[in-house]
T-cell receptor, first 115, second 115 residues
Framework: AQSVAQPEDQVNVAEGNPLTVKCTYS??????LFWYVQYPNRGLQFLLK??????LVKGSYGFEAEFNKSQTSFHLKKPSALVSDSALYFC?????????????FGAGTRLTVKP | GAGVSQSPSNKVTEKGKDVELRCDPI?????LYWYRQSLGQGLEFLIY????????KSGLPSDRFSAERTGGSVSTLTIQRTQQEDSAVYLC?????????????FGPGTRLTVL
């Protein structure tokens, strides 16, 4: 069965510094990978996804993520963090040729960007 | 356009009572999902509806949980004889199709507190 791990519960960065939120996955075959963000008292919002093609995926709000098959990772990155990026970030994986109800989410990483 | 809406936004109930949580998906979306978000636990898949097909109930934690989707649109998640461990945020999401590459669109959630 597919699974995803977010090894850090909390990530703290200073505004203007680069940020990385880590995600590793376990699935048979080539996965579909997603990042969602949850702002306080809001539902999850889609950030970006990797389906196929270029390993570097660019998404909303200046975020990007790199699919690394050899390391089974899909880390979320941003070159320069903003205080408004502070939120809860979820990585998710779907198996190839599966249905969307097979998507599994990580436990989430809380990002805090300090001014 | 209108996104996924959920009601109520907050629900406080006493142990042993039944509760109903409502989800209005995005118009035209054929797939609908319910998740439970507990502190530090990430998103737990509960149930999935796709068109008129039989729902995938594999994530429901006990027979106290049930869900319906009437007319392929609005869905209601019912928890009978609530327990304190049912306290969580219940999230609903919808997507246009059932493909594993589809983005899910989330509602703001219902925060359930069982006293």
């Amino acid at each position: 069965a597919q699974s995803v791990a977010q090894p850090e519960d909390q990530v703290n960065v200073a505004e203007g510094n680069p940020l990385t939120v880590k995600c590793t996955y376990s699935v048979s075959g080539n996965p579909y990978l997603f990042w969602y963000v949850q702002y306080p008292n809001r539902g999850l919002q889609f950030l970006l996804k990797y389906i196929t093609g270029d390993n570097l995926v660019k998404g909303s709000y200046g975020f990007e993520a790199e699919f690394n098959k050899s390391q089974t990772s899909f880390h979320l990155k941003k070159p320069s963090a903003l205080v408004s990026d502070s939120a809860l970030y979820f990585c998710a994986v779907s198996p190839p040729r599966g249905n969307n109800n097979d998507m599994r989410f990580g436990a989430g990483t809380r990002l805090t960007v300090k001014p | 356009g209108a996104g996924v809406s959920q009601s109520p936004s907050n629900k406080v109930t006493e142990k042993g009572k039944d509760v109903e949580l409502r989800c209005d998906p995005i118009s035209g979306h054929t797939a609908l999902y319910w998740y439970r978000q507990s502190l530090g636990q990430g998103l737990e898949f509960l149930i999935y509806f796709q068109g008129n097909s039989a729902p995938d109930k594999s994530g429901l934690p006990s027979d106290r949980f049930s869900a319906e989707r009437t007319g392929g649109s609005v869905s209601t998640l019912t928890i009978q004889r609530t327990q304190q461990e049912d306290s969580a945020v219940y999230l609903c999401a919808s997507s246009p199709w059932t493909s594993a590459t589809d983005t899910q669109y989330f509602g703001p959630g219902t925060r359930l507190t069982v006293l």
